[in-house]
């Protein structure tokens, strides 16, 4: 059963890392150019719908990474995955810490600096979500050659 949880983050964590790099070279500095005028309805959209088609992946991430911490598969070594929840601890901080608050200000009080700084502060997202991919491959890597 630990291999399947592990499958299921992998994929979990190729998901999100796929997600945050889009929205960081494509969404983001979109949103950044919204006029004014339009980035109040343009904002509440964007959260409305990054919500459903992220909600499944980020549960089923945060449910898995918990089950490993309990009951990692033999062949994976300890340290791996404690390494990737803290990854993911990250990513998950960074949002509510940088990208939360930097929404709801896009959503009622919009401007083109809140815009470059969503831009800006999304890269810890970016690379925890990255190095998380990593080293969710390595611990999948390891039950295959074991």
């Known amino acids: 059963m630990a291999e399947v949880v592990l499958i299921a983050n992998f994929v979990a964590t190729v998901v999100m890392t796929g997600v945050i790099w889009f929205v960081q070279w494509v969404h983001y500095p979109m949103l950044a150019t919204v006029p004014v005028d339009r980035a109040v309805e ?15 992946p980020m549960a089923l991430e945060g449910v898995t990474t918990l089950w490993l911490l309990a009951s990692r598969p033999e062949a994976v070594s300890l340290i791996l995955p404690w390494l ?8 998950l901080g960074s949002t509510m810490i940088l990208s939360v608050p ?5 959503a009622t009080n919009p401007s083109v600096d809140v815009g470059r700084r969503l831009v800006v502060t999304n890269w810890p997202r ?5 190095a998380r991919a990593v080293v969710c491959a390595l611990m999948v890597l390891q039950v295959v050659r074991a």
């Not at 970016?126 to 990255?130: D, E, N, Q, R, Y």
Request: glycine share 4%; charged share 10%.
């Open 42 to 56: 343009t904002a509440v959209v964007h959260q409305r719908r990054t919500g459903q088609v992220l909600a499944l």
């Open 84 to 91: 990737a929840a803290v990854l993911l601890a990250v990513a």
């Open 102 to 106: 930097l929404h709801a200000k896009m």
């Open 126 to 130: 970016t690379f925890a979500w990255s």
